[in-house]
Every structure is written in structure tokens, then in C-alpha cells.
């Protein structure tokens, strides 16, 4: 459920997959012909009055108990933000995830901390692109490959983009929003620094792009609804809270990135912009995801998402 008067999303109906408007804990269908066209087409252009007139209209609602939700989404693109929470990549540092391996805890933490302020003073936001097919619902188990045990979760806000934006200005990307969903950006933290050839640097291809690893949803909250700068971003594994922060501690907010991601290549309506994820991480705890786990993540009004994790073997 979403603190939101309503919200968006997609659910199964045998091999069919609806586009559905959420009203509390109720969903109805919604046509090809309500939405304009499809959810991209709609996004393209969004209007939120006329589905909100749709709220007291009447059809045929469902209990959302009832129905299977997927992914909220189906992005064409897919891009993650890396280092954006400051905190976050203090304790990455000084967790040891760097190829220095000289500096004490402290002298790391330290370094760190310089760095993001003088990014956050003088740098850039950093992408990377993901798959478009590992973007599922949290109605897929989360398969964990047998061929590491170190992946980690990465609950972030991503922005879902509406109108194509392409080199737009700051002022300018918030009207490219659309809304915003949930996403859990897993990665496989053996995988993330090449052994075989460190001047290559990262490998975010194999590290993230494993079958299942950005659980996205459940739900499409529009932007009118949310807060960017300032919402609670919250993950509990089996019940303990590991990441709680809150997006006031990105380095560079919703419309820097927008704007900044816009000036290489389009975006375009239902695409995906991960915004980062605050401390927390795994890699912190020195505890990675098992077999039989439950991430249970909430991000302000955006709702809860369930990710249900399985290895390989018994998947």
C-alpha cells in the first residue's frame, strides 16, 4: 500500500500483464484507451488529473490481495547512479571496498569523507547502464547465483521518467518526471573490481546484471506525491533495520541527475533512473544475502517491497 491518494501499477493475469490504478488497498484494469495509449505512451505525457477522476469512476476493483503485482514499469533504459549517498561511500571505503588496501579504517573513512565533499563541491554524478532484463517484480524470487556469496542489497529511489528529456537543464528535469518507484539494485561484491587486469577498473556488467538482480516496484507513485529531496529510505533484512537514511543525503538531488544523465543520450518515458543507495549495504555489515532471506524495503510514499531470496540450487 501507498500513502499516496493513488498510484500505478502492473499485475498478472494468467500470461497477460494489466496496467492497474491503485487506490488504497484496491486496484482496478485500466484500458489501453484511459491511459492514451499504454503506460510508455501515458508517461510520454502524463496526465494524473484524468486518472484521478477515475478514482470515484465506476469499474470493476479488486482487492490488491488478490492480485499478483510485477515490476510497475518497462523501461527501454535502465541507469544506475554510483557513489551518490555520502555516508554510504565513507563506509564502503572503509569497509575495504577499494583497491588500497594500505589505509587503516580510519585513515579510509577520512579520505572518503574529503572526497564526496570535494565531489559534491566541484564533481559530476557517475552513471552506469543496466539491463533492462533483470528488472522484475517483487513477485520473483531473488535467485542468488552459487557462483559467489557476496551479494548485497541497494534499496534506492529511482526516478521514472516522463517526457523525453535530452540535454535539458536543472530547472528544466523535473518537469522529465514522471514519478518514482522502488528498486533494489543487488550486487555481487567479488565481481566488482577486475582481478585479472586492474587498469580496467570496475566491472558493473557482471557484478549487477545477474537474472532478477533490480527487483523494481511494486508500485508507480506520480511525482506530484513525493518529496525527492527529503524521503525516508528504509531495508529490513528478516526484520533488522540495515539501511535507514534519507534522501537528503544524495550528493547530487533528483534534478542534477536527470539533467546530467540527459546530455549524453535521451531519456525516455518509462525509463529508469537509479538515484543511488544510502549506508547500509552488506558490505558494511559483513553480512551478505542467504538463502531464505527477506529484504522488506519502504521508501516514503512509494510503499513496501518484498524480495524473497533463494540460492541457485534450490530455486
Known amino acids: 500500500m501507498t500513502t499516496a491518494p493513488f498510484a500505478l501499477a502492473r499485475f498478472r493475469d494468467g500470461d497477460a500483464v494489466h496496467v ?4 488504497g488497498d484496491r486496484i482496478r484494469a485500466l484500458a489501453d484507451d484511459e491511459l492514451g495509449g499504454g503506460l510508455n505512451a501515458f508517461l510520454a505525457d502524463p496526465d494524473w488529473d484524468r486518472l484521478e477522476a477515475l478514482v470515484t469512476a465506476p469499474g470493476e476493483w479488486y482487492p490488491l ?8 514499469v518497462e523501461p527501454r533504459q ?4 554510483g557513489a551518490n549517498y555520502r555516508q554510504h561511500v565513507i563506509e564502503l571505503v572503509a569497509a575495504g571496498l577499494t583497491q588500497n588496501t ?6 579510509a573513512r577520512a579520505f572518503a569523507a574529503d572526497m564526496m565533499d570535494e565531489r559534491a563541491r566541484t564533481g559530476e554524478p557517475y552513471f552506469f547502464i543496466g539491463l533492462t532484463a533483470c528488472v522484475v517484480g517483487d513477485d520473483v524470487p531473488l535467485v542468488l547465483p552459487a557462483s559467489s556469496d557476496v551479494h548485497d542489497w541497494e534499496l534506492e529511489l529511482a526516478v521514472v521518467i516522463g517526457r523525453e528529456a535530452f540535454r535539458v537543464s536543472r530547472e528544466e528535469a523535473l518537469d522529465h518526471v514522471a514519478g518514482y518507484t522502488i ?18 577498473g570496475t566491472d558493473w556488467y557482471r557484478a549487477k546484471n545477474a537474472p532478477g538482480f533490480l527487483p523494481t516496484g511494486p508500485l508507480l507513485v506520480p511525482a506530484r506525491f513525493v518529496d525527492p529531496a527529503d524521503t525516508p529510505v528504509r531495508l529490513e533484512l528478516n526484520g533488522q533495520v540495515m539501511q535507514d537514511a534519507s534522501t537528503s543525503d544524495l550528493l547530487f538531488d533528483v534534478p542534477a541527475l536527470v539533467s546530467a544523465a540527459s546530455q549524453t543520450h535521451p531519456l525516455l518515458p518509462g525509463d529508469l533512473l537509479l538515484t543511488g543507495s544510502p ?25 513496501t517491497q518484498v524480495v524473497r531470496c533463494v540460492a541457485e540450487g534450490n530455486a
Open 20 to 23: 492497474g490504478l491503485v487506490v
Open 65 to 72: 490481495s488478490d492480485v499478483t503485482l510485477t515490476a510497475p
Open 279 to 303: 549506508a547500509g549495504n552488506g558490505q558494511h555489515w559483513k553480512r551478505f544475502l542467504r538463502d531464505g532471506d527477506v529484504m522488506t524495503g519502504t521508501i516514503g510514499a512509494l510503499g
Open 183 to 200: 528498486v533494489n539494485d543487488i550486487t555481487t561484491r567479488d565481481l566488482v573490481f577486475r582481478k585479472d587486469m586492474k587498469e580496467i
Open 102 to 107: 594500505d589505509r587503516t579504517p580510519e585513515e
Open 78 to 81: 535502465v541507469l544506475q547512479t
